[in-house]
């Protein structure tokens, strides 16, 4: 499975940004997707996740702020993301669990497939 992340750059604070996620390789529709972000010196952290019943989860810090969202005939998954801070900046990777059953999709290691990760820069 190959995942692609596109749809970064820079936007002001405040401002919004639709992030894109397209995969290939397997069959998108079976598996949760999820997206983190991580900033130079730090760990990678958790930002959302949907299943594939799409059911979402959401980071504490982008609650009510970010919505992720999916289109299994385009076999992509989105992260849109309004009221945007300087802190979150960072690199956004999107990532694919091929589990079906329970998995805590908050975490990296629930994951078997990642993408590039795209730039994301929130100006003050």
């Known amino acids: 499975v190959q995942l692609q992340a596109s749809g970064g750059g820079l936007v002001q604070a405040g401002g919004s940004m639709k992030l894109s996620c397209a995969a290939s390789g397997g069959t998108f529709s079976m598996y949760a997707m999820g997206w983190f972000r991580q900033t130079p010196g730090k760990e990678r952290e958790f930002v959302a996740t949907?299943?594939?019943?799409?059911?979402?989860t959401y980071a504490d810090s982008v609650k009510g702020r970010f919505a992720i969202s999916r289109d299994n005939a385009k076999n992509s998954v989105y992260l849109e993301m309004n009221s945007l801070k300087p802190d979150d900046s960072a690199v956004y990777y999107c990532?694919?669990?091929?589990?079906?059953?329970?998995?805590?999709?908050?975490?990296?290691?629930?994951?078997?497939?990642w993408g590039q990760g795209t730039q994301v820069t929130v100006s003050s």
């Open positions: 949907i299943s594939r019943y799409r059911g979402t």
């Open positions: 990532a694919a669990d091929r589990t079906l059953g329970y998995s805590d999709r908050t975490v990296e290691p629930s994951y078997d497939y």
